[in-house]
């Protein structure tokens, strides 16, 4: 994967500008903002042409292209609406549109320049870091099994914003660090969970997490083979991946950016590499999308990633449970039943529902790093699709402040979450006549039930559970967006206490 560097730049008149794309911000109105006046003039008053024209007026998701003139070979203006209204999403939209338009250009460098804006804007870092992150994700295509003849590389290697008058040099450079780290992380997210399932296997993620470790030094990796599991007692996990050729993993990745000593926030991931359902096989149609199955695990490697890209003065353990659920003679069939590491015995009424599986063991077997919070990020249920489509990441938690850290993280980073109830009532679904608890629920609201399965297991300590199967990856165009990366960056930034 090539990178793209962004960097933070002071501001120049426009005629010392040496870049092969200049961008600028405009504030919707009808006239040309006088400290764009330089630029107008430079480029022979083809921008304030275009707003006379009506070609342009600076509305949030519009772009035009002019030709440069001196050391500009061409310019983009961007629309961003009205300064005074803009909220987390105009923002962001106007990132989008900035960063698509720019991607797509034949530029190698860009130069940005918020010149058209003034200091109404309540919130500068938010556009920076939101610009940063967007071009980031923007850059990102997965190539690993194409042909290079069909995907080129992208033109653009480098970027500069100028925050102009909106804040200064400190504020910029933390704000485009902030949002860039948070967009390689999505990206490593992305490439995990793109990646298909004869590549992505659980020793393909046990391999990704060593490499992470060698890549920085103050990250570390430690593998559990399935004897080690089962010498731990976790026989719910290796119940799911009995039916594979390829052996279950557990994966722990600790980031210490703060001192030996300080308790770790622990970020649990689902890593089912690929989900067939098992004995209880899915249906054919789209069955190909279960490789995005690891969704959970992918955000726990580029989450961890960019906590370690923005040194951030906490400690951090991942807890990836790695498993491909496959259908054969030695698989787990409906009616077993299986002793957890925790005591608990489940009996697996549906091997379909192998996350909550794998994933109540690794949540026991998070609780010896005696975490501050642990919040599990899986591909859980397509229950949470019914209900909140791929707009909103489920939330469910046994702690109100965590709960809510999470959803105005979700706010901040524009990558929301809404929760939902595990109210007791919900529990009596899972009861079960042949063991402590059933692995699925008999009356509805599957998500509720699957967040009130994995509760069980989360009892000693603060516990959020983010249900991604809606939010992981999309359907058309197929792939995967690296979602909650930025709402899981965010949470880690306000516990660091770094915004
Ligand atoms: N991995 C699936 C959930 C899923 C579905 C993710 C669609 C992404 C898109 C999960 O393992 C599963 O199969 N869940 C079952 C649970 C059911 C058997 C109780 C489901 O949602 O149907
Ligand atoms: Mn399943
Ligand atoms: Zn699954």
Same mark, same amino acid.
């Given at each position: 994967?090539?990178?793209?560097?962004?960097?933070?730049k002071?501001a120049?008149?426009?005629?010392?500008?040496?870049?092969?794309?200049?961008?600028?911000?405009?504030?919707?109105?009808?006239?040309?903002?006088?400290?764009?006046?330089?630029?107008?003039?430079?480029?022979?008053?083809?921008?304030?042409?275009?707003?006379?024209?009506g070609?342009?007026?600076?509305?949030?998701?519009?772009?035009?292209?002019?030709?440069?003139?001196?050391?500009?070979?061409?310019?983009?203006?961007?629309?961003?609406?009205?300064?005074?209204?803009?909220?987390?999403?105009?923002?962001?939209?106007?990132?989008?549109?900035l960063?698509?338009?720019l991607?797509?250009?034949?530029?190698?460098?860009?130069?940005?320049?918020?010149?058209?804006?003034t200091?109404?804007?309540?919130?500068?870092?938010?556009?920076?870091?939101?610009?940063?992150?967007?071009?980031?994700?923007?850059?990102?295509?997965?190539?690993?099994?194409?042909?290079?003849?069909?995907?080129?590389?992208?033109?653009? #290697?480098? !970027? @500069?914003?100028?925050?102009?008058?909106?804040?200064?040099? /400190? %504020?910029?450079?933390? *704000?485009?660090?902030?949002? $860039?780290?948070?967009?390689?992380?999505?990206?490593?997210?992305?490439?995990?969970?793109?990646?298909?399932?004869?590549?992505?296997?659980?020793?393909?993620?046990?391999?990704?997490?060593?490499?992470?470790?060698?890549?920085?030094?103050?990250?570390?990796?430690?593998?559990?083979?399935?004897?080690?599991?089962?010498?731990?007692?976790?026989?719910?996990?290796?119940?799911?991946?009995?039916?594979?050729?390829?052996?279950s993993?557990?994966?722990?990745?600790?980031?210490?950016?703060?001192?030996?000593?300080?308790?770790?926030?622990?970020?649990?991931?689902?890593?089912?590499?690929?989900?067939?359902?098992?004995i209880?096989?899915?249906?054919?149609?789209?069955?190909?999308?279960?490789?995005?199955?690891?969704?959970?695990?992918?955000?726990?490697?580029?989450?961890? #990633?960019? !906590? @370690?890209?923005?040194?951030?003065?906490?400690n951090?353990? /991942? %807890?990836?449970?790695? *498993?491909?659920?496959?259908? $054969?003679?030695?698989?787990?069939?409906?009616?077993?039943?299986?002793?957890?590491?925790?005591?608990?015995?489940?009996?697996?009424?549906?091997?379909?529902?192998?996350?909550?599986?794998?994933?109540?063991?690794?949540?026991?077997?998070?609780?010896?790093?005696?975490?501050?919070e642990?919040?599990?990020?899986?591909?859980?249920?397509?229950?949470?699709?019914?209900?909140?489509?791929?707009?909103?990441?489920?939330?469910?938690?046994?702690d109100?402040?965590l709960?809510?850290?999470?959803?105005?993280?979700?706010?901040?980073?524009?990558?929301?979450?809404?929760?939902?109830?595990?109210?007791?009532?919900?529990?009596?679904?899972?009861?079960?006549?042949?063991?402590?608890?059933?692995?699925?629920?008999?009356?509805?609201?599957?998500?509720?039930?699957?967040?009130?399965?994995?509760?069980?297991?989360?009892?000693?300590?603060?516990w959020?559970?983010?249900?991604?199967?809606?939010?992981?990856?999309?359907?058309?165009?197929?792939?995967?967006?690296?979602?909650?990366?930025?709402?899981?960056?965010?949470?880690?930034?306000?516990?660091?206490?770094?915004?």
């Amino acid at each position: 994967m090539a990178n793209l560097t962004i960097s933070a730049k002071t501001a120049a008149p426009p005629e010392n500008i040496k870049t092969q794309a200049l961008v600028a911000l405009l504030p919707e109105r009808k006239t040309l903002a006088p400290s764009l006046k330089p630029l107008d003039t430079l480029l022979g008053g083809t921008v304030s042409r275009s707003l006379k024209n009506g070609d342009f007026a600076g509305s949030i998701g519009t772009h035009i292209w002019l030709p440069g003139a001196g050391k500009i070979d061409r310019v983009l203006l961007v629309g961003c609406g009205d300064p005074g209204k803009q909220t987390t999403s105009s923002i962001k939209k106007m990132s989008e549109t900035l960063s698509r338009a720019l991607i797509n250009s034949p530029a190698a460098d860009a130069h940005i320049v918020m010149d058209g804006l003034t200091q109404k804007l309540k919130a500068p870092q938010t556009l920076l870091e939101q610009i940063s992150l967007q071009l980031t994700l923007a850059h990102y295509q997965y190539s690993h099994t194409l042909n290079k003849r069909k995907k080129p590389p992208r033109s653009l #290697k480098r !970027a @500069s914003i100028s925050p102009g008058v909106l804040c200064s040099m /400190g %504020v910029a450079r933390r *704000a485009i660090l902030a949002g $860039s780290a948070t967009g390689h992380g999505a990206n490593l997210t992305r490439e995990l969970v793109n990646l298909p399932g004869n590549i992505c296997t659980p020793k393909h993620l046990a391999s990704e997490a060593r490499k992470l470790a060698r890549s920085d030094a103050s990250v570390t990796t430690t593998v559990l083979d399935e004897r080690k599991m089962a010498e731990l007692g976790m026989h719910s996990l290796l119940s799911v991946g009995n039916g594979s050729e390829q052996p279950s993993q557990l994966i722990i990745i600790k980031y210490q950016g703060a001192a030996s000593t300080a308790r770790p926030y622990c970020l649990v991931g689902k890593g089912i590499t690929f989900d067939t359902g098992g004995i209880s096989l899915k249906p054919g149609a789209k069955m190909d999308e279960m490789k995005f199955d690891m969704g959970g695990a992918g955000s726990v490697f580029g989450a961890m #990633k960019a !906590a @370690s890209l923005m040194k951030l003065p906490i400690n951090i353990v /991942g %807890v990836i449970a790695a *498993a491909e659920n496959m259908p $054969s003679g030695r698989a787990t069939k409906p009616g077993d039943v299986v002793t957890s590491m925790s005591g608990k015995t489940i009996e697996i009424l549906n091997t379909d529902a192998e996350g909550r599986l794998v994933l109540c063991d690794a949540l026991t077997y998070a609780a010896r790093f005696s975490p501050v919070e642990v919040i599990d990020i899986a591909t859980l249920t397509g229950a949470i699709i019914v209900s909140l489509g791929q707009e909103a990441t489920g939330i469910f938690s046994n702690d109100d402040h965590l709960a809510n850290s999470l959803l105005s993280a979700g706010e901040r980073s524009h990558d929301r979450g809404w929760r939902f109830p595990i109210w007791e009532e919900y529990h009596r679904q899972l009861d079960s006549p042949f063991a402590d608890l059933a692995n699925i629920g008999a009356g509805g609201a599957g998500s509720i039930t699957a967040a009130c399965f994995l509760s069980q297991f989360a009892e000693d300590y603060k516990w959020a559970h983010l249900d991604i199967a809606g939010t992981a990856f999309r359907s058309a165009p197929k792939g995967a967006t690296g979602r909650p990366v930025p709402m899981l960056v965010q949470y880690l930034r306000e516990r660091a206490g770094v915004l």
